[in-house]
Each structure stands twice: as C-alpha cells, then as structure tokens.
C-alpha cells in the first residue's frame, strides 16, 4: 500500500476494512460473512475479529459461557425425565449432580484460568463417563419392557429416550474442549511463534502413549484446526437431538407442522456435518448455512414449547408440575446448539 494511500485507508468503514484484513491474512472467510458484509458492511469488521478468534483457538471464556448455559438447559431437562420416572434408582440423581456442577465450573472457567486448565476437563470425563453408563441403563430399560427389544419401535418411543444420556454427555465433550482453548485475551504471537502451551495437568495422568495424542490433540484444538473433530460432533449431536425430537413430537402425533422442521433439519445438518469431515468447501459454504437454520429452528420451537406450557390448565398456579409434565421447554434450545456447533466448525481450520 502506498503512502499517500494511508489516510484513505484510515477513513474506510469498519466493513472495508476487515475484508482488506482477510485479503492480507491470505485465507478465505465463509461465504456467509461475505453475505453479511454485503448487508451489514459496518458489522463485518466485528464479524471477522470474531471468525479470527474461533480460527485461532481464542475463545475459551466464550465456549465456557456456552457451556455452562448448555449445562443448565440439559440437567433441567434430565431432571424433569427421571422426576417422571420418580427417580426409581439413585444413579438417576447423577446427572442433576453433575449438570449443576458442570454449570458452576464453566462459569467459574470465564473468570479463573485454574478453573478451565484443571477442574473443567476433569469434571468433563466424569459427565462423558455418566453419559455413556445412562446410555446403558437406558438400553437395559427398554430391553425389560414387556416384549423388549422384540418390538423396538414402541418400546423405544414409550420407554426411557435412549440418546438422551449420549446428549447429555455432549456437555462434557464441550467442557473439554474448552479446556483446550486459549483465551481472547491471550496474545496472537503465542500462535504464530509456535509457542507450546504446558499441556493441561490430568493429561500427565494418562500413559504415555495416550499423554502423546493427547499433547497433539491439545494443541490442534487451541490453534483451532479441529474442523473435523467438531463437524463430526455436530453430525453426532443432531442425530441425537432428531430422536429425541422424532419420538417426543410422535407422542405428540405431530398435532403442529412446525414439529416436523427439526426431523427434516436433522438428515441435512448431518449430510453436511459429515460432508464437512471431508470436505473444505461444503465447511465453509452448506454447513454455516444448514447451521444457521437449526438454530433459528431452535429458537422457534423454544416459543412453541413456551407457549404450550403456558397454555396447559393451572399452568402459572402449578409451574413445576407443568414444567415436569409439558413440552420440554428447553429441549428445542439444545437443537439449536448443535446448529451453533456447526457454525463453530464452519469457522475453525483443518488440522495439520
């Protein structure tokens, strides 16, 4: 750029400027930041510092923030499915537990370092552990059901939600990511010096072979080249969020067309979450669009949940008994999140 050229340049928008910023960082930003510079331009330059810190591994206290909110939304919901099964065995208390703990620990990682390196991560194995044995309590349900798993397709819609413990771990997945991220404060030339971070402690914990891949991994994720690990979470969370949402919607006997959005949301936001593992261009141009759409789906269906629940009789007289017992109310906020894992993903790099 020539000298005489500054002042202009000083003077152009906020929009300009981030696309003259992506064109000097030599990388290609998804194609709806370019639709967004092309509506908002003055937003652009606010929507790129954002894809830069994602691109970078910079936002831990974001993530944590995301986390603890997806915590508190998920234990509520696992704790109105077991209070109608009137938690008939102890180990259905866990997940509240963990929920609840889950929710303080991210918070506590937004402000407090010390808290995202070693508590989170660890708190994260146990709520992926949790996940995994409900998994398997929910499987040993519907097989005790008269007729078991002879006839699967009633059993599984009237028995305990099969993937809702698998959901429910999705928590800690995200927890430790988390714990892998840099924060946004943290200075940029960490990353381009090469710079290794100390790994966290409780990988020392692991063998050596693990404690390896797990150096690697760590820092894949914390210079945000973890594109594919997140598009196939993102593939994996909406198929559990379309079960859940397919049986819960048939008790229902799909009385509102808007109940079938996120059974047809599901197959296509896993068709480009898995193309995305794959393929760079459908990561930067389907996925980021089917994205956006699960979660204004989302958002959609937490105003139908909310307003059914208002309708039920004694509604506002009885607020837990209709909490427990109407439409889960933050059950289409958890599809939404796995629309804003994919947006994620659409935003990070591939690995090395």
């Keep these: 750029m020539a000298v005489d050229s500054l002042p202009k340049a000083v003077e152009k928008s906020a929009g300009e400027l981030g696309g003259a910023a992506r064109r000097l960082v030599g990388h290609r930003s998804p194609s709806w930041l370019g639709w967004l510079e092309a509506l908002t331009p003055r937003l652009t330059g606010d929507a790129f510092a954002l894809e830069q810190h994602?691109?970078?591994?910079?936002?831990?206290?974001?993530?944590?923030?995301?986390?603890?909110?997806?915590?508190?939304?998920t234990g509520f919901e696992v704790g109105t499915e077991h209070y109608r099964g009137s938690y008939s065995q102890r180990i259905m208390y866990s997940p509240i537990a963990l929920g609840a703990a889950m929710a303080v620990t991210s918070a506590a990682a937004i402000f407090n370092r010390w808290a995202a390196r070693v508590a989170l991560p660890i708190l994260?194995?146990?709520?992926?552990?949790?996940?995994?044995?409900?998994?398997?309590?929910?499987?040993?349900?519907?097989?005790?059901k008269p007729g078991g798993w002879?006839?699967?397709?009633?059993?599984?819609i009237m028995g305990p939600p099969i993937f809702a413990p698998l959901l429910f771990g999705i928590m800690g997945f995200l927890g430790l990511i988390t714990s892998f991220l840099r924060r946004e404060d943290d200075p940029r030339r960490r990353l381009t010096l090469g710079v290794r971070r100390a790994a966290p402690d409780w990988v020392n914990l692991l063998p050596r072979s693990i404690t390896r891949e797990?150096?690697?991994l760590e820092q894949d994720v914390r210079e945000g080249r973890f594109q594919r690990g997140l598009a196939l979470a993102t593939a994996l969370t909406a198929f559990f969020n379309g079960v859940e949402a397919l049986y819960s919607h048939y008790k229902n006997n799909f009385r509102f067309k808007a109940q079938w959005t996120p059974i047809l949301l599901t197959p296509a936001l896993m068709t480009v979450s898995l193309g995305?593992?794959?393929s760079r261009r459908m990561a930067r141009t389907w996925l980021p669009f089917v994205s956006l759409l699960a979660m204004v789906d989302?958002?959609?269906?937490?105003?139908?949940?909310?307003r059914g629940g208002l309708r039920r009789p004694g509604a506002l007289q009885r607020p837990l008994h209709t909490l427990a017992y109407g439409p889960p109310i933050f059950a289409p906020l958890l599809f939404?999140?796995?629309?804003m894992l994919g947006l994620m993903a659409s935003l990070m790099r591939r690995g090395k």
């Design 54 to 73: 994602v691109r970078e591994g910079r936002f831990q206290r974001s993530l944590a923030l995301i986390t603890a909110l997806s915590s508190l939304a």
């Design 124 to 144: 994260s194995l146990v709520t992926l552990a949790d996940g995994v044995v409900g998994f398997i309590f929910h499987v040993r349900g519907i097989a005790r």
């Design 150 to 156: 002879r006839i699967p397709i009633f059993n599984i």
């Design 214 to 216: 797990g150096i690697t």
């Design 276 to 278: 995305a593992f794959w």
């Design 298 to 306: 989302g958002l959609v269906g937490f105003f139908y949940h909310s």
């Design 336 to 339: 939404a999140a796995s629309g």
